[in-house]
């Protein structure tokens, strides 16, 4: 999950800063920038061209389907470029109430990686039990120069952005409203999908808002696999994971950044991420589960 949400965030701001040209200068540019790439994703680069000013009508309207809830779990997950670890993160999801499930992530770059680029991410994010829709979700960026806060609260028609950047903490909070009905987070998204059949050839598509801007996101169940991570070896589903950025009109506009993804999940009850390649405008980077520990559940 951590990887989702540090490939988002990063991929939006990757060019933003001068470290994108020193860093290409210096020739550190594809390890370092794309670790940190790594570190926030839950999406590539779907270009429904065919879909046009109906793509709203293609969306998914099945309701929370019946597989089980996730048990509460603690994960670590490594990510990286061309074969080495760049960042680490560390994933726990609980359902501290009835009502509601939490995930709390935390991520950060490592090794020389680190030296180029430093980047800590924390993350909480709160769905409903019931609908598997998001509720609010608070996320932090710490860079070396700035930090960056972005908080959303969500309704059944949309969703509120708070915003600060600086050095200090202190600074005011930008505001942002977008209005598009059932919008999920990364959080209530994968809780949603996860709750689905997952059969060979279902495709499920939805609006995510992951931090700044809302992704048409086109997922397609390719097939089912055994694959090896670091935690072991697992029967999994096999997912193709694209994405589309919505304009100011709603309109569909190509991603600059990503290309496209496959994810592997369990295919056991508790439907884990095992690993996430990623194809992005620098190369692949991936993203695969270290250890993973159940908790009790608690009543």
């Given at each position: 999950?951590?990887?989702?949400?540090?490939?988002?965030?990063?991929?939006?701001r990757?060019?933003?800063?001068?470290?994108?040209?020193?860093?290409?200068?210096s020739?550190?540019?594809?390890?370092?920038r794309?670790?940190?790439?790594?570190l926030l994703?839950?999406?590539?680069?779907?270009?429904?061209?065919?879909l046009?000013?109906?793509?709203?009508?293609?969306?998914?309207?099945?309701p929370?389907?019946t597989?089980?809830?996730?048990?509460?779990?603690?994960?670590?997950y490594?990510?990286?470029?061309?074969?080495f670890?760049?960042?680490?993160?560390e994933?726990?999801?609980?359902k501290?109430?009835e009502?509601?499930?939490?995930?709390?992530?935390?991520?950060?770059?490592?090794?020389?990686?680190?030296?180029?680029?430093k980047?800590?991410?924390?993350?909480?994010?709160?769905?409903?039990?019931?609908?598997?829709?998001?509720?609010?979700?608070r996320?932090?960026?710490?860079?070396?120069s700035?930090?960056?806060?972005t908080?959303?609260?969500f309704?059944?028609?949309?969703?509120?952005?708070?915003r600060?950047?600086?050095?200090?903490?202190?600074?005011r909070?930008?505001?942002?409203?977008?209005?598009f009905p059932?919008?999920?987070?990364?959080?209530?998204?994968?809780?949603?999908?996860?709750?689905?059949?997952?059969?060979?050839?279902?495709?499920?598509?939805?609006?995510?808002?992951?931090?700044?801007?809302a992704?048409?996101?086109?997922?397609?169940?390719?097939?089912?696999?055994?694959?090896?991570?670091?935690?072991?070896?697992?029967?999994?589903?096999?997912?193709?994971?694209q994405l589309?950025?919505?304009?100011?009109?709603?309109?569909?506009?190509?991603?600059?950044?990503?290309?496209?993804a496959?994810?592997w999940?369990?295919?056991?009850?508790?439907?884990?991420?095992l690993?996430?390649?990623?194809?992005?405008?620098?190369?692949?980077v991936?993203?695969?589960?270290?250890?993973?520990?159940f908790?009790?559940?608690?009543?």
């Amino acid at each position: 999950m951590i990887f989702l949400i540090v490939l988002f965030t990063c991929a939006s701001r990757c060019s933003e800063s001068g470290g994108y040209n020193s860093a290409r200068r210096s020739g550190a540019f594809l390890p370092a920038r794309s670790a940190g790439i790594a570190l926030l994703l839950l999406a590539s680069c779907f270009t429904p061209k065919a879909l046009g000013g109906n793509w709203q009508s293609t969306l998914t309207k099945d309701p929370p389907g019946t597989f089980p809830e996730l048990r509460p779990i603690r994960a670590t997950y490594h990510f990286g470029w061309a074969g080495f670890t760049a960042a680490t993160g560390e994933v726990h999801f609980a359902k501290p109430s009835e009502s509601q499930f939490q995930l709390e992530a935390t991520g950060r770059t490592t090794g020389f990686v680190r030296a180029l680029w430093k980047l800590d991410v924390n993350y909480r994010a709160l769905a409903d039990a019931e609908t598997l829709r998001p509720v609010e979700t608070r996320q932090t960026e710490s860079y070396r120069s700035k930090k960056i806060t972005t908080y959303l609260t969500f309704t059944a028609k949309g969703v509120t952005r708070a915003r600060t950047e600086g050095r200090t903490g202190s600074e005011r909070a930008k505001t942002r409203e977008f209005s598009f009905p059932n919008l999920f987070d990364l959080h209530s998204a994968l809780l949603y999908l996860r709750s689905q059949p997952l059969a060979d050839g279902n495709v499920h598509r939805i609006v995510v808002y992951p931090a700044t801007s809302a992704y048409l996101a086109t997922v397609t169940v390719i097939g089912h696999e055994k694959i090896s991570v670091r935690a072991g070896i697992y029967n999994a589903i096999k997912i193709d994971l694209q994405l589309h950025r919505l304009g100011k009109n709603l309109e569909l506009e190509p991603h600059r950044k990503f290309r496209r993804a496959t994810i592997w999940v369990s295919d056991d009850s508790d439907r884990i991420l095992l690993r996430i390649e990623a194809q992005i405008f620098i190369g692949t980077v991936f993203a695969e589960l270290q250890s993973v520990r159940f908790e009790e559940m608690k009543h």
